[in-house]
């Protein structure tokens, strides 16, 4: 007999925190630990701007670039992920970006291991391609210190998840579930695997795109990589829950937008009752 299930299989943050109750002082702000382009967020943003000025006429819309870093240095295996009904100018744009990218990414300097890192592992990273907007205001991949979301806690704590009170001791991984990080467990346990999907046989990864702008507000939800619209949707609506960051990215003391990629994966398995 077939049976229909999901697998998720980005890592989760199986972590919880109790909320701040009155009086108690909010989370520190979390340093960003992962790796680091040499030259620093903005010079990141300006070879990313640059590889979207190739194109003429200019394209509108953004395209996701996801590459990998082997060992956390060494940048490989370069691809684009489309977005729901990609037009063809889009993806011509951005292959011609993608190998501007390609042929002058240099190698990164590697970040401290995550506890969740396997070792030896490499690790994603996702640029953003965004052809229409001008380059002061497009966002960061990353910033000094990450947006704080204290209130997440109180969210995945009332989920009553037991896989998730066993780490309520654990004060390090607390206080990174208060961050961005948070955010990607939150998706994780919010999302579900629609019937209708099912019936429609949608799998795939879905690419959940999103800003933490300067107030700490989340802007621009929007599918970079689809798996289906069943799935795309279904992703989508539980985007519009996350909570605002109480703190907001920092750059060099100055409050800074960032955007974030979460990876959603849907596997349609086969098996016997």
């Given at each position: 007999?077939?049976?229909?299930?999901?697998?998720?299989?980005?890592?989760?943050?199986?972590?919880?925190?109790?909320?701040?109750?009155?009086?108690?002082?909010?989370?520190?702000?979390?340093?960003?630990?992962?790796?680091?382009?040499?030259?620093?967020p903005d010079s990141l943003r300006?070879?990313?701007?640059?590889?979207?000025?190739?194109?003429?006429?200019?394209?509108?819309?953004?395209?996701?670039?996801?590459?990998?870093?082997?060992?956390?240095?060494?940048?490989?295996?370069?691809?684009?992920?489309?977005?729901?009904?990609?037009?063809?100018?889009?993806?011509?744009?951005?292959?011609?970006?993608?190998?501007?990218?390609?042929?002058?990414?240099?190698?990164?300097?590697?970040?401290?291991?995550?506890?969740?890192?396997?070792?030896?592992?490499?690790?994603?990273?996702?640029?953003?391609?965004?052809?229409?907007?001008?380059?002061?205001?497009?966002?960061?991949?990353?910033?000094?210190?990450?947006?704080?979301?204290?209130?997440?806690?109180?969210?995945?704590?009332a989920q009553r998840n037991p896989?998730?009170?066993?780490?309520?001791?654990n004060p390090k991984t607390l206080?990174?579930?208060?961050?961005?990080?948070?955010?990607?467990?939150?998706?994780?346990?919010?999302?579900?695997?629609?019937?209708?999907?099912?019936?429609?046989?949608?799998?795939?990864?879905?690419?959940?795109?999103?800003?933490?702008?300067?107030?700490?507000?989340?802007?621009?939800?929007?599918?970079?990589?689809?798996?289906?619209?069943?799935?795309?949707?279904?992703?989508?609506?539980?985007?519009?829950?996350?909570?605002?960051?109480?703190?907001?990215?920092?750059?060099?003391?100055?409050?800074?937008?960032?955007?974030?990629?979460?990876?959603?994966?849907?596997?349609?398995?086969?098996?016997?009752?």
């Open positions: 007999m077939k049976r229909l299930f999901p697998t998720f299989f980005a890592t989760l943050a199986l972590l919880v925190a109790a909320p701040i109750a009155h009086g108690q002082t909010a989370p520190a702000p979390v340093a960003y630990t992962g790796p680091r382009y040499p030259g620093g300006a070879l990313v701007f640059r590889s979207t000025r190739l194109a003429t006429p200019a394209p509108t819309g953004r395209m996701l670039v996801q590459f990998e870093l082997q060992d956390g240095r060494t940048p490989r295996d370069f691809k684009l992920i489309d977005p729901p009904k990609a037009p063809k100018a889009l993806r011509k744009a951005s292959e011609t970006a993608l190998a501007y990218l390609q042929a002058r990414m240099p190698a990164w300097k590697p970040g401290t291991p995550d506890a969740d890192d396997q070792k030896g592992s490499t690790r994603k990273v996702h640029l953003v391609l965004d052809f229409a907007t001008p380059a002061a205001a497009q966002p960061y991949a990353y910033a000094e210190q990450l947006p704080t979301f204290p209130n997440l806690t109180a969210l995945l704590q896989y998730l009170e066993r780490s309520l001791s206080a990174r579930l208060a961050s961005a990080k948070g955010l990607t467990t939150f998706m994780q346990l919010q999302v579900k695997y629609p019937p209708a999907a099912m019936r429609a046989q949608e799998q795939g990864t879905v690419y959940l795109y999103f800003e933490v702008a300067e107030s700490g507000a989340i802007e621009q939800r929007q599918i970079l990589g689809t798996a289906g619209s069943v799935l795309d949707d279904e992703v989508l609506s539980t985007a519009a829950r996350l909570p605002a960051a109480t703190a907001p990215a920092v750059l060099q003391g100055r409050p800074a937008r960032v955007f974030q990629v979460i990876p959603i994966s849907y596997r349609l398995a086969t098996g016997r009752p």
